[in-house]
């Protein structure tokens, strides 16, 4: 009887795992925001500050969360998938390449969106946020806040087994 790999091979461009964001934690998340920027606006017309810089301030501060909730509307409508090679998101960004992950961090105290993970990468990547979802800053990428908490864990742990695959085939 052949001995059976203990390994699992994938096409490059199979996707391994996907995640997308929790229909309640959308919901309540843009319901927040809608709320805040709504308000802000408000008071900043219906009782206007003493000055008139306080004002365009409370203005331009309520139509930025109306604008983060616009983003967070559509960042949430995507889903992002792993692949042996990337992770992307549906609209066809790549948020990263597998080879340039260095580690995967889920702990406790580590650094990380909410029901998500961190990952440090070798080496410096595109600024890029999407709220919600993922966020890329130096050589940190943080993937997670309104998403699934099985998904996250289920992803982290195969992103984990790529990265120590990866590694040993280049040990080898």
């Known amino acids: 009887m052949p001995e059976q790999s203990q390994e699992t ?5 199979e996707v391994i795992c996907t995640l ?8 309540f998340g843009m319901m927040t925001l809608l709320i805040l920027g709504g308000l802000v606006v408000y008071l900043a017309l219906a009782q206007p500050p003493a000055t008139i810089g306080w004002q365009i301030f409370m ?4 139509l930025s969360v109306l604008w983060i909730a616009a983003r967070l509307h559509y960042a949430t ?6 692949t042996p090679t990337s992770l ?4 066809g960004r790549v948020v990263f390449n597998v ?3 260095e580690s995967v961090a889920r702990g406790f105290l ?24 993922w966020w890329s800053f130096g050589r940190s990428v943080g993937i997670g806040g309104v998403t699934a908490a099985g998904q996250g864990k289920s992803m982290a742990e195969i992103l984990t087994l790529l990265v120590a695959q990866r590694d040993s085939d280049l040990s080898a």
């Open 59 to 62: 203005i331009a501060f309520g």
């Open 88 to 91: 992307t998101t549906s609209d």
């Open 99 to 101: 080879a340039d992950v």
């Open 77 to 82: 409508g995507l889903v992002l998938s792993l």
């Open 9 to 13: 091979e994938y096409a490059d461009d």
């Open 20 to 27: 997308n964001a929790s229909g309640v934690r959308r919901t």
């Open 110 to 133: 580590a650094f990380k969106p909410s029901h998500g993970f961190a990952i440090k990468m070798k080496t410096r990547q595109p600024m890029g946020w999407a709220p919600g979802m």
